[in-house]
Structure formats: structure tokens, C-alpha cells
């Protein structure tokens, strides 16, 4: 019996350290076109989370996030040792502060980490988790293999630990022919560039803010203390698509004072933004959109046209529309620096927990460039046709 017991403490498997790679969103990442002539895209991993589910400690070395064709990496971003102690102390004092709740919906950490802490550094004990964000990659070509994120770790005698997860890479072509939302020319003030807030959050990741010029090139006439100032204002906000009204809200108001006044600093008038942001969360997580309306296409995706003009959204929920109906007018409602159109596409009804899609509008003419059909660029000038 002995020998028996001795042969089978052999065979049992010695316990492994349960290391492992999220991504939020996850299984797919949306490759954004930037140069079709060199085959040039830009993707964003959002959320790595490596958690340590249990077992003895781990100290993480290095995150890489690889770009696989026909099993090789062709090129490889590595997150180093600094700078994941750098994102695990920032990130540990936000959930201390209760600020990764607030903002829920921009980190979404209760998407995908419930339940589990964030650690003070790289070393992870069971049950807690070290979260890297926004990691970006500049491609040539779309990787046949997609992306392998690959976590290095080593336990406390020095033993290498390793944990992956893939992500395919995904060129969106939408079932449906979509219509810009406003006519005639618009200045892209926005767009889901790399240098802009919108592509670093999964839900807005492709979203645009959309305004209007004058012939002087600039956003409104006098010194723009007054929403009438604006050249964008007022103006009619279209559906891109056919489509069924799942959402809308109305109730919203407008005011010159989240306008920036004259004389006010960069610096001020951001400190009164984030502000008024964090009195309207308070709220609702809703409430920074203002006026929105909502609309479900074919396909599942879905539109959403935000911080409408008070008193101007003309559907209800249920309705349904066709191309082109006017549901709105462009205003200044909500989390808004200056009167937008802050227009996307999701897969969901949700605003703040769907996942955004690319968008091609078809109906564009670039001013300037002569593109048609392109990808949307931040300071584009287009005229729907």
C-alpha cells in the first residue's frame, strides 16, 4: 500500500497558480481604417485585467499584446514592469475612492472584475487583479491571427508563471446603408481618432461630436457666450436609418452658463465642467447625455443622437421612423462644453454599457480631400450629398 500511496502523490498533478487574462469587451477587437492605400488601421485593447483567482502570490514582469499572422507576431507591444506599477497604484487609489463606481460606465470594472480587488502593485494575491488600459496598436494590414495578449509572471521562488487570452480583429461592414445625421455641411469636430477621448472608452469608442463653421472657420460669431452664437445650433438632427424609437429622453435643459464665458481660463472653465459632470451623475448615469433619442436598426445595431436642443426631440419611444425624419434639433443639453451633435453606433440600446460599432456613412463628401465613403477623421469638413 505504501508503495501504491507513493505512486500516486507522483501522478497527482502539483497545484498550479490559477493566473488569467480578461479583456473587456471581449473575444474581438474593431480595427478603425486610417490609410487604405497603406493598409494602415488603428485598434484599441480597452480593459486587460490579470487576475489571480488563488493560490500563493504572483508578481506580474510584463504584459505583451501581440499582432499573430500564419503563428507569428509580427510586431508586439510590451507593457513594462514600470508602468504596470503605475497603472496598479492609480488605479487601486480610484477604487478606494469610490471613483471607479461613479464612473462605472467608463471603466465598467463591474463588467468583467465582480468580486474581485484591485492590487497596490504588481504582486497579486488571491482574488485580486491588476488592470491595464487602452492599449493601442497601429497596423499594417488586419493580423489573419488577431492579437494574443500574454501575461508573464513569476511566483515566489522565481518560477516563471504565464497566462493569454486572443482577441480576433474585426473590419465592421454594417448590414444597412446609413445617412449622416445632419444635411449639408458639417465640421467633424470629433472623431474616434487616437488623440480624442472618444476611442479610449468601449462604449463611445466610435463616436464623433459634429458642429458647424462659419466663413471665418470658427464654431460661432461674437464671443460666444450665447447658444444662438453657435452656427450649429438649432439645426436638424436626421434618423441614419430606418428604425424602431427604444429610448428617448426630452426633459433636459439648456443654459449660457456651461457655456465657457469671456475672459474665462482653459483651466477654469474645465474645473466648472467636471463639476457640473459629477452634479449630473449624481442624478443618473444617464443624466451627462441630456436630450437623447434612441433608435434600433437591422442588424441589431443601434443609433444614438445626444445632448438634443430643449424642447426640440419630436419621436417617442415605439415610434417608428425612416431614413432621413427629422427626430430632433442640435443643442447643448447634459455633459455639453458647447452646442454638438454627439452621434454613435452600438450593438446595444444601453448608451454607457453597449459596445460602440464603426460607422461608414456613404451619403459624405470630404471637403477638401475628396474622400467619399472613408472612415470619419477628427477636423474633417463633410457635406452630405
Do not use: C
Not at 19 to 35: I, M, N, S
Not at 119 to 140: E, I, M
Amino acid at each position: 500500500m505504501r508503495r501504491i500511496f507513493a505512486l500516486l502523490l507522483v501522478l497527482l498533478p502539483l497545484p498550479v497558480a490559477a493566473l488569467e487574462v480578461r479583456v473587456h469587451p471581449k473575444d474581438f477587437v474593431y480595427a478603425y481604417e486610417v490609410d487604405p492605400t497603406r493598409g494602415l488601421y488603428t485598434v484599441v485593447v480597452q480593459n486587460v485585467a490579470v487576475v489571480q483567482k488563488e493560490g500563493a502570490p504572483l508578481t506580474l514582469e510584463s504584459v505583451e499584446i501581440q499582432a499573430v499572422s500564419g503563428g507569428q507576431a509580427l510586431q508586439t507591444l510590451v507593457v513594462p514592469a514600470a508602468d504596470l506599477d503605475k497603472s496598479a497604484q492609480r488605479m487601486s487609489a480610484m477604487e478606494g475612492q469610490g471613483i471607479l463606481k461613479l464612473y462605472d460606465f467608463y471603466f465598467q470594472t463591474s463588467r468583467y472584475l465582480a468580486g474581485i480587488h484591485l492590487a497596490a502593485n504588481r504582486t497579486l494575491g488571491p482574488g485580486t487583479a491588476l488592470v491595464v488600459f487602452g492599449k493601442p496598436l497601429l497596423l499594417v494590414g488586419l493580423p489573419s491571427d488577431g492579437l494574443a495578449i500574454v501575461a508573464h509572471a513569476k511566483d515566489a521562488e522565481g518560477k516563471a508563471v504565464e497566462a493569454r487570452a486572443t482577441l480576433k480583429v474585426e473590419d465592421h461592414r454594417s448590414p444597412n446603408d446609413y445617412l449622416f445625421p445632419l444635411a449639408g455641411t458639417s465640421n467633424v469636430e470629433v472623431g474616434p481618432n487616437l488623440h480624442v477621448p472618444h476611442r479610449w472608452v468601449a462604449n463611445e469608442e466610435f463616436a464623433f461630436d459634429v458642429g458647424a463653421t462659419g466663413g471665418d472657420g470658427k464654431f460661432h460669431k461674437g464671443n460666444g457666450s450665447r447658444l444662438e452664437d453657435y452656427f450649429a445650433y438649432g439645426k436638424d438632427i436626421r434618423a441614419v436609418a430606418d428604425g424602431t424609437v427604444v429610448e428617448v429622453f426630452a426633459d433636459a435643459t439648456e443654459s449660457y452658463d456651461r457655456l465657457r464665458q469671456p475672459g474665462e481660463s482653459a483651466q477654469d472653465f474645465e474645473k466648472r465642467t467636471v463639476t457640473a459632470q459629477n452634479e449630473l451623475l449624481a442624478k443618473s448615469y444617464k443624466a451627462p447625455l441630456g436630450n437623447y433619442v434612441i433608435l434600433k436598426h437591422a442588424g441589431g445595431e443601434y443609433s444614438h443622437s445626444v445632448h438634443l436642443k430643449q424642447g426640440s426631440v419630436k419621436v417617442k419611444a415605439g415610434d417608428t421612423v425612416t431614413r432621413g425624419q427629422v427626430i430632433g434639433q442640435l443643442g447643448h443639453t447634459g455633459n455639453s462644453t458647447e452646442p454638438h451633435l454627439h452621434f454613435q453606433l452600438t450593438d446595444g440600446p444601453d448608451p454607457m454599457y453597449s459596445r460602440g460599432i464603426p460607422i461608414v456613412f456613404k451619403d459624405l463628401f470630404v471637403e477638401g480631400l475628396g474622400y467619399e465613403g472613408r472612415p470619419l477623421q477628427s477636423g474633417w469638413v463633410v457635406t452630405a450629398k
